[in-house]
């Protein structure tokens, strides 16, 4: 069911020209990969070994890695996962050396896939890229920091490269301080988009916003926080879509 409708459905991406049309997708023997599928890399033909998530429960950074080796062993050129959700730390995984790895993210329609007209036209397949962050210094604090972020990190199908996009896909991002590398605490909480949500949050919540308060949260540039002792930070950013990524790195 998932490969019919990822035949018919392709890839997404924020940007419509990002998407991946599969030329052909069958099944593949494998013990993680259970199709291959080929695209168009401009002009060049490319292979990709797809792995298919649990229909209940997260995908594991372990079944990631295992999938990135079995599909480097047999010279495909990028892995895509489809899964309903990853785990945090599978959410980091971007590469396993020279091997690409995209995780879509399955529509939950999907669950009910046979009252689902398959007509290609929804976006069933879903990746999100990694966060572009930058660490700054904090002028007079020196044992302190703050995070700007500068878009999302996108595979591009018609090239190969990885381009980085803007903040208008990003509709909010959360910081953990101090990542203890088993939960996410979220420390700070900002909010972003193409256009700013102040009016309908007002809407939605019925009330008056503190707008001087309301501008501290908009923002791609964090507060100061001082430097963890760990040294480990946690950035997740969610899109419009809803789905989310997680990046960790040492300040």
Do not use: C
Request: no cysteine.
């Amino acid at each position: 069911m998932v490969l019919d409708n990822l035949r018919t459905a392709g890839v997404h991406q924020t940007r419509k020209a990002d998407k991946i049309h599969f030329t052909s997708l069958h099944s593949w023997p494998g013990n993680y990969i259970g199709a291959e599928g080929r695209f168009l890399e401009g002009e060049t033909e490319r292979r990709a070994g797809i792995m298919i998530g649990p229909e209940f429960g997260t995908l594991s950074r372990t079944d990631l890695v295992t999938a990135a080796r079995e599909a480097s062993e047999a010279r495909f050129d990028v892995l895509i996962a489809a899964a309903f959700n990853y785990d945090g730390h599978a959410s980091e995984l971007t590469k396993l050396g020279p091997m690409p790895i995209l995780k879509a993210r399955m529509n939950p329609d999907l669950h009910m896939a046979a009252d689902l007209k398959n007509t290609g036209k929804g976006n069933l397949f879903v990746v999100f890229g990694e966060p572009d962050l930058v660490v700054e210094p904090v002028s007079g604090q020196p044992d302190h920091v703050r995070i700007r972020i500068i878009g999302v990190d996108v595979f591009d199908p018609q090239t190969g490269d990885i381009r980085s996009g803007d903040t208008k896909s990003i509709a909010a991002w959360f910081i953990d301080t101090d990542y203890n590398e088993e939960s996410f605490y979220v420390r700070h909480a900002y909010f972003l988009g193409a256009q700013d949500p102040y009016k309908s949050l007002k809407a939605a919540l019925r009330a008056e916003i503190d707008e001087e308060a309301w501008a501290t949260l908009y923002r791609d540039t964090s507060r100061p926080f001082p430097r963890p002792a760990t040294g480990r930070v946690a950035v997740k950013v969610i899109n419009h879509f809803g789905d989310e990524v997680m990046k960790v790195f040492t300040v």
